[in-house]
């Protein structure tokens, strides 16, 4: 509070040296209003940052600097009763210059006395825009860190689990295929089969998503064109969206190409397309959109294609939005839903170098946005697909797990090859010198010095037409070899590796 007895004002008159200073600077309005708001002193930093001379604002309500719905609102009296009553108003706020712009200001008001009888006020405003905006974008970028390391820790978490949970699947799924063969024909054991493969597959789907999430799903991206793919799956949507749901699509003509993996990207579109579904259970339209863009943001800037799912469905309530693209997060009841579905989408995204985006209005419906980086290489677009072939010749199987080779060794029998199988990366070379090999099929994280990948750059080096397939269920790996050397992700079933190997180049 300030306070002065005529003392003190005699000595503050007397001070001409002082008052220069309040005059001269130039990065606080310092100035004085009556007991009524009338301004009665002002400074340069007063002229600098709000734009008026002297001449122009002595005499002038201080209310002038508000905006019009401030004013409207009586805040600048307000102001002034706060700071008589309480010794001190302080506030951040927008304030408007002369010439119509708005300020971020930070504002003091200090009532002044003299003998006891309030005299005026003194105001000290400050222009803090660029300190506000600078304040504004260290929170976002906390909060985006914030938001990206819970779901580090997340993807650590549901990695791991469904990494294990692959090796057993694929256990499982393949001894199945011997066991089918085996069984007689039987109803009862061809039922129980049947039983445990489609759990088994539901299995596999779940934990594929789990590691998707995680970011640790193999991925073979390639240079794809989104308007095929949703040819290629339309059938599969319309299923996807049942029969009181309408479906339509806006997809830009000239779309660029995107890379990404194409089944993840598949997943991904019927998992949305689900969730647009589920939110609309008295019907309406799921439309599937997609159009260039240019982002300009910190993390995602530059050509993006945007890939939309929009809803008219029930909305998201804003205390869930938040949660949503967590896995086993889920509003559905039982049995309904796994909350596994956004998490996959959000994976996806952000392995393929994008991300994902939500907007949604309670009652109104929901629209989901995938962003994917433009793809510039010219590499064609979309391999042929390739029907499966009967192999012949000897595949070298390096595979650290019995079990797990097992099954390998079943499979590739039953395509016809001859295996031989070591455990880790250094006996595979040995093996190769030795022996005639004309395929090697190895795993990507094994124990010894060298793992997978090392044994397949390796092996391009001393034997370049030696064809390599590398396979993993899960692997931190597989994101710095994208490209490089076909993967076959586990668990796999006998025609997706027969499919592979029939694509290697030799
Ligand atoms: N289009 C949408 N409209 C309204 N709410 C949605 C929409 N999409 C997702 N949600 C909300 O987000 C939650 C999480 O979605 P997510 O797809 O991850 O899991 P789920 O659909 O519940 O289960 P799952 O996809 O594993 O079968 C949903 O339970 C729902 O509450
Ligand atoms: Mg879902």
């Not at 401030?70 to 600048?76: A, C, I």
């Not at 269920?473 to 710095?480: M, R, V």
């Amino acid at each position: 509070m300030v306070k002065k007895s005529s003392q003190q004002r005699d000595l503050f008159e007397s001070e001409r040296s002082f008052r220069l200073l309040v005059e001269g600077v130039a990065d606080y309005a310092l100035y004085m209003l009556d007991p009524n708001g009338i301004i009665t002193s002002w400074n340069i930093g007063g002229e600098r940052i709000k734009g008026y001379s002297p001449q122009e604002i002595l005499g002038e309500h201080f209310s002038r600097f508000y905006t019009e719905t401030d004013r409207t609102n009586g805040k600048p009296a307000r102001a002034l009763g706060i700071a008589r009553e309480q010794g001190r108003y302080e506030e951040e706020g927008w304030r408007v210059r002369k010439d119509g712009t708005f300020f971020w200001a930070s504002v003091v008001i200090d009532p002044i006395y003299e003998d006891g009888k309030l005299v005026g006020f003194a105001k000290i405003t400050r222009d803090i825009t660029e300190r506000r905006e600078t304040q504004l974008k260290l929170e976002a970028m906390q909060t985006q860190l914030a938001e990206s390391q819970k779901f580090d820790a997340l993807g650590q978490l549901t990695g791991g689990v469904a990494h294990d949970f692959n090796n057993l699947l694929m256990i499982i799924s393949g001894s199945l295929h011997i066991l089918r063969k085996a069984a007689p024909d039987d109803s009862k054991f061809q039922r129980a089969i049947l039983a445990i493969d489609t759990a088994t597959r539901r299995g596999a789907a779940l934990t594929g998503q789990l590691l998707t999430f995680a970011r640790r799903q193999s991925v073979n991206p390639q240079p794809i064109r989104f308007g095929d793919r949703v040819e290629a799956i339309r059938e599969v949507l319309h299923a996807g969206v049942g029969s009181a749901v309408r479906l339509a699509f806006e997809i830009e003509r000239d779309l660029w190409p995107v890379k990404a993996d194409v089944s993840e990207l598949e997943t991904g579109l019927l998992n949305l397309v689900i969730n647009a579904r589920d939110a609309m259970p008295n019907g309406g339209t799921v439309t599937i959109g997609a159009h260039n863009t240019v982002l300009n943001d910190p993390l995602h800037s530059g050509e993006y294609v945007a890939i939309t799912v929009a809803d008219t469905g029930l909305g998201i309530p804003s205390d869930v939005v938040d949660k949503i693209f967590e896995p086993f997060f889920t509003t559905k009841p039982v049995g309904k839903g796994t909350g596994l579905g956004l998490s996959q989408v959000h994976g996806f995204a952000h392995q393929a170098g994008g991300t994902v985006k939500v907007a949604s209005e309670l009652g109104k419906g929901t629209t989901f946005t995938i962003l994917l980086p433009r793809e510039t290489a010219t590499a064609p677009v979309e391999a042929l697909e390739v029907g499966p072939v009967r192999g012949s010749g000897t595949v070298l199987l390096v595979e650290d797990n019995p079990d797990v080779a097992l099954v390998s060794i079943g499979l590739l029998e039953q395509l016809g090859y001859r295996v031989h199988r070591v455990s880790d990366a250094e006996s595979a070379l040995r093996e190769i010198e030795n022996t005639g090999v004309d395929l090697v099929f190895s795993d990507i994280v094994m124990p010894g010095k060298m793992d997978g990948l090392g044994l397949a750059h390796r092996l391009r080096q001393i034997r370049p037409n030696l064809p390599v397939l590398l396979a993993t269920g899960y692997s931190e790996a597989a994101a710095d070899v994208r490209g490089d050397f076909p993967i076959l992700r586990k668990p796999y079933e006998i025609h997706e590796l027969s499919e592979a190997i029939s694509k290697l180049p030799r």
